[in-house]
């Protein structure tokens, strides 16, 4: 066998450390802003999803990677190979299982409505079908949402996820939820859709605002990982199931309700 030269081994070696480096690291797709899940204090990310995700790392003996961006971004960054796998508050659904692949449950959310104080009606507290007929009497009501997200998609009405939507209402979308909060406390729209474990600490932080304690959906949050790489999503499943037998997940939530 031939001996490299000189001059072609050193065309070769960054090429030969950039494939190394790349297999040192993890890369996870989210949308920081969306606590207690994802989110940025200074330049630091904090959260449920993080923590779980750096979990995954060291378990595979990976640098994690912290890809962030916008959340309807985030299944196709996945599809895509831009990112390893996926958390940032996904719910699991057929629609997006025919993209990606998803791991095991690892939280049960829901979507709930975020109302202004004066706006509270105490009689539709566990009453879903109230709520919604509420909603559905209120002629030209515009509802915000976080693009992407169940919430906008139960608003809006979607076949495929088996919602029927408010064809009373205005639907708009905003980046992240505590935008669309902030639009409800300046009355630029009416109610907010969106997962009750944000949806308290908007209201928390809107003293103006009120949680109605209603369940319009059942959902379970997923990690997204490429149908190309069942390997992966293999590992994955393995330490949610580890994380969840040995107390280290009960550990992260508890550390954030």
């Known amino acids: 066998m031939k001996k490299l030269s000189l001059t ?20 996870v797709a989210t949308a920081a802003n969306f606590a207690p899940f994802e989110y940025k204090e200074g330049k630091e990310f904090k959260g449920i999803d ?3 995700a750096q979990e995954i790392a060291k378990q595979l003996g990976k640098t994690l990677e912290i890809l962030d961006i916008e959340f309807d971004s985030v299944v196709s960054a996945i599809n895509s190979g831009n990112a390893d796998f996926g958390m940032s508050g996904l719910t699991i659904n057929p629609t997006r299982s025919k993209v990606i692949d998803f791991s095991i449950p690892y ?14 009606n105490p009689a539709l507290e566990g009453d879903t079908q109230a709520l919604i007929d ?11 949402v976080q693009s992407g997200t169940t919430g906008a998609f139960y608003a809006m009405g979607d076949e495929s996820w088996g919602f029927e939507g408010f064809k009373n209402a205005e639907v708009k979308g905003f ?12 009355k630029q ?14 209201a928390a932080t809107n003293p103006s605002t009120r949680i109605i304690n ?6 379970k949050y997923g990690v997204g990982v490429n149908k ?24 992260i939530l508890q550390k954030y309700f």
């Open 175 to 186: 980046i992240n939820g505590g935008l669309a909060t902030n639009a409800l406390t300046n």
């Open 107 to 120: 939280y049960n959310a829901a979507q709930v409505v975020i109302v202004r104080e004066e706006d509270y």
């Open 214 to 219: 209603t369940y319009l959906t059942e959902e």
């Open 189 to 202: 729209i009416d109610l907010v859709i969106i997962d009750e474990a944000p949806a308290r600490i908007f």
């Open 228 to 251: 190309n790489n069942p390997i992966l999503l293999q590992q994955i499943n393995d330490i949610l199931k580890q994380m969840q037998e040995n107390g280290t997940m009960e550990k």
């Open 50 to 52: 993080i923590e779980i």
């Open 8 to 27: 072609l081994f050193l065309m070769i070696l960054p090429l030969f450390l950039l494939g190394c480096k790349k297999e040192d690291k993890l890369v």
């Open 134 to 144: 509420w909603i559905r009497a209120k002629n030209g009501i515009k509802i915000g």
